[in-house]
């Protein structure tokens, strides 16, 4: 509970040094994510979500600015694809928002999208809850969206910004269905690109024609020009405004219920795994039943329902 | 089991409603699954993996070209980032490809990376068993690679490709280690762009620098022009010494063992919580904990523990 104290304090290094224990998945870890629980649930969390080139590390480095002069602490999770394909912009992106790294009100982290045993997910759940307990006003996740695990991550967010950029196809036609469960507030980035003006009423019409309840958020459309600093301070009251609306309406409760709950299940999916390979990989039992998959004595449905039946009648799960 | 039986004897139709009806998670499906499965193994699976642009789905297409001109028959598994943020290009690639449509002996299908409750890899795995029985020699799978879960999918295939062009950056410096797990072959693809020859000698030092055990594969370098169909021929070749090598050191086995591993703990995985959240839905006990998850009288670590220890006194596991 050493480092779990430190972070309570706004301790720099013991946050670092806690998050990269979580993501070596060391047993010490969970014991200091247990200690910190209590003290979350207190950040507002901003999910910023768009194709690798619309603009999202500049225009996070823009909102950073906006709500520092407010006051505010934040946090920024960069979900990175660091798979070999994506190229090399990535780092450069990084780069340029640790012109905040020497400002102690901002605690940047990049997440590798690969290698999680345990499911990207739940680490970012984990780290969520760290730079929650830790104090930041703000928490700004940065994902490409591209995979099923960055969707997922999005309900964690409080708000949702889907980025799109002039210029980029017919695709707000084909997968409106898509990006119409997703978003709270669009930004059209690059506004002064060919086309800015045709993509906003492109979006309108789609919202207009898509049925929300008088009760519910209608996503709201914002231009922006991140590289020149424009249209971000509007953009920050779009979030203030969806923010009062989520506490009006009572989705924060919600919201936190959902992130309890999604954190519930990929917690409870890694931990019965475990348990189930703990056992399963007793006396050579998984092997036999992969030996008998590849002579085709069984298949992987019945090989499944086998296991658990053979658990559920020893009483050992 | 209609169904797999009209599969079994390539009708395409057929082929394509199972696809469908596994998309759908029908438990039918999973019945008709089952009674392929003894049917597969027999695919030679090649991963083709890169970054967009790269020129993926025009290689398909000119390898498909060169396969079924010796004879072979063809399946496609496009994997698909279909969420809002992948742009139109992806579109655009699929329809190219389609011009093998009218081929009886081409089998071409996308898979939407969204909306998989039981998992991107399940569902992977089930298209390639389904196209691997109804007969198809060769099984091209194509993937951005950009998340965990494309990357998970290279466990499937014999052959991973991994896809490069001229000036995309000093990533192979970078992120080398990611690269060199990964890739069997190396194609160079737009090999006319500046830069092909120091990219390819960058890769080589790269290989060169990393100790490969006597015994093992050293991932061979292609240079491709797909849209002229150069290198095509020599590529294919190479393709051919890698499942040649496969064979002869018994890789070909492992494969068949670890794609039957894999298969086994996703669909293990589903079945688990299937089982698990039927039995926790009841009484509420799940709402309660995430309630207590709430307002901070557990942590996600305990709940899932209490989860589990429940059922095991309980012996419903």
Partial sequence: MRLAKEVLQGNIKATARLIRDVEDE??????????????????????????????????????????????????????????????????????????????????????ATRGWRGGLSRATANIINIMDAMGKDIILIETVGAGQAEVDIINFTHTTMVMLVPGMGDWVQTLKAGILEIADIFVINKADKKGADELKAELEAMLQMSAYSPQAWKPKIFLTEAVNNKGIDELVEGIYQHKEFLIATGGHDTHLKERARLELIEVLKSSLMDHVFQIVNKNNYLEKLIDDLVNKRTDPYSAASDIIKKLAQEGKL
């Fill in 26 to 111: 060391l047993p010490s870890a969970i014991e200091e994510l247990k200690a910190l629980y209590p003290y979350t649930g207190r950040s507002y969390i901003i999910g910023i979500t768009g194709s690798p080139g619309s603009g999202k590390s500049t225009l996070i480095d823009m909102l950073i600015d906006v709500f520092r002069k407010r006051g505010k602490t934040i946090g920024v999770i960069a979900i990175d694809p660091s798979s070999p394909f994506s190229g090399g912009a990535i780092l450069g992106d990084r780069i340029r928002m640790q012109r905040h790294a020497t400002d102690g009100g901002v605690f940047i982290r990049s997440l």
